[in-house]
């Protein structure tokens, strides 16, 4: 694992998540509502463009980093100098140590993914998953049930104008990482981008997304180093496929006290069940 | 607006949209259950590869059409000769009369784009809806219940398996074309290929979708001449700008028969209101 590294100089840009917005509503009535932000934010790596991202903008550097890390552009945190992100000209620029390996030829071969948008991997990510080593990391029953509970107490953005994604990471017991963004994919890669800054582990750690388990989203937690996925939503057969070959957890579904194990049972400890509070609380 | 054009050749390739999958739920209790395919779809235009998209496979000749129109790739619909998918490889080759213009230089510019996933747009699609020019249509309240009602007719694969979303046109009496897919700008993709190979005019359409309404939604809808735009899900900061500086008619969270105007309140017409009837049978 990468350690902490305090010494890359980063900005911590701030910008309004929500707006005010007049709306009419089926009765004719006028409404103010919030709804959620949503800005360009064009990547400079070493000052070459690589691509402009549509994001809330809750933790820009984050997502830089993680985007460019799960891209495969930053392969080793140490290399990472600056994370200068500037909202007036909605700019981040990077600076690395060494030129990445392969820039051209990754800028060249893209894979536009569904998720629920066509997202993009550059470069060859699938070969890159043949090589991913994931731990076996036990799950209890009562751990998802905490963790579906303390997400309630985080998702503001959503609560306050909706049209935004969710995603988080907890250790089984809190939840280490939360972010929002109208980008699904943005939040999987911010909360990469932090792990990776502050050195945290993905050991024992699980995965939560309120979006669908597409090919993409797997791939991204794997590359986190994550072995445990938990979603609100539900499965493609694709994001299936992946997470047997590389030995995930993959819960789904997971709403109140309900969840559906899609791979991984061996791994899921059912202890609520033995309590007989299986579907309580629903 | 093109004609309709027999003359293209394409292939009619069939894949399954759904597959069975064996799941455990929170009781230890064993489900089989559908869950959507997702596949990847490679696009050659004139032998070049393009894209990867990752695609439910509903409708792969009018995705690849779509796709390709909505980037800029194939600006006259005459210019089209071949659209042919194979399965077995995985690919779409799409062969036009002529090459077309600035292919490199569109490559080169890439946005990724939030939708809920990370979407892509080659070239300046920005600029291209500086000149778009889009009728002001007006819509009933009564038309969009009726389209909310048909809708639910419509969305099998959702039904059988979740995890897609749907988008759909509508001349305000009846769903002139309707697609699922795991990408959500796919099935906008989808629908604009089958308009554009068939000439159906997007006058008096309004176009349906159950993802948000984020820039590149508003954008590729702009793009398919359509100025009335119905989700069932929320609406971005940006989504709405878009709307406003085009004229687009922005209506969302559209459930049962609640909805609201975002943008274009003088163009419609609670025509239920006056019935009185403005929140009956939720």
């Known amino acids: 694992m990468e350690q902490p590294f305090e010494s890359v100089i980063r900005s911590y840009a701030q910008a309004p998540l929500t707006e005010q917005a007049t709306v009419i509503d089926e009765l004719g009535g006028e409404r103010t509502i919030q709804?959620?932000?949503?800005?360009?934010?064009?990547i400079y790596l070493n000052k070459r463009e690589i691509v402009t991202l549509m994001t809330l903008g809750a933790d820009p550097e984050a997502l830089v980093v993680g985007y460019l890390k799960n891209q495969g552009f930053i392969e080793r945190a140490e290399d990472l100098t600056a994370v200068q992100v500037d909202w007036d000209v909605e700019s981040a620029a990077v600076v690395t140590r060494k030129e990445p390996a392969h820039l051209e030829s990754m800028l060249e071969k893209r894979t536009v993914t569904s998720g629920c948008g066509q997202?993009?991997?550059?470069?060859?990510?699938?070969e890159k998953i043949a090589n991913v080593e994931l731990p076996v990391t036990p799950v209890k029953q009562s751990m998802i049930y905490s963790l579906l509970r303390a997400l309630s107490q985080h998702n503001e953005t959503y609560k306050n104008a909706g049209a935004v994604h969710a995603c988080a990471v907890s250790d089984g017991d809190y939840i280490v990482s939360f972010v929002e963004?109208?980008?699904?994919?943005?939040?999987?890669?911010?909360?990469?981008?932090?792990?990776?800054?502050?050195?945290i582990s993905p050991n024992g750690k699980i995965f939560y997304t309120t979006?669908?388990?597409?090919s993409e989203m797997v791939i991204k937690v794997a590359q986190?180093?994550?072995?445990?996925?938990?979603?609100?939503?539900g499965v493609t057969q694709m994001g299936l496929a992946l997470a047997r070959e590389m030995g995930i957890t993959l819960l789904a579904r997971a709403k109140g006290r309900h969840f559906l194990i899609f791979h991984g049972r061996?791994?899921?400890d059912l202890d609520c069940l033995q309590e007989g509070k299986g579907v309580q609380g629903e």
Chains 1, 2 share one sequence.
């Open 224 to 233: 986190m180093g994550i072995s445990v996925l938990l979603s609100r939503s």
């Open 35 to 42: 709804i959620a932000c949503e800005r360009p934010l064009t």
């Open 181 to 199: 963004d109208v980008g699904r994919h943005n939040a999987v890669d911010t909360l990469a981008g932090r792990l990776w800054l502050q050195g």
């Open 119 to 126: 997202g993009t991997m550059f470069g060859d990510l699938m």
């Open 266 to 268: 061996d791994t899921v």
């Open 211 to 214: 979006g669908r388990l597409t």
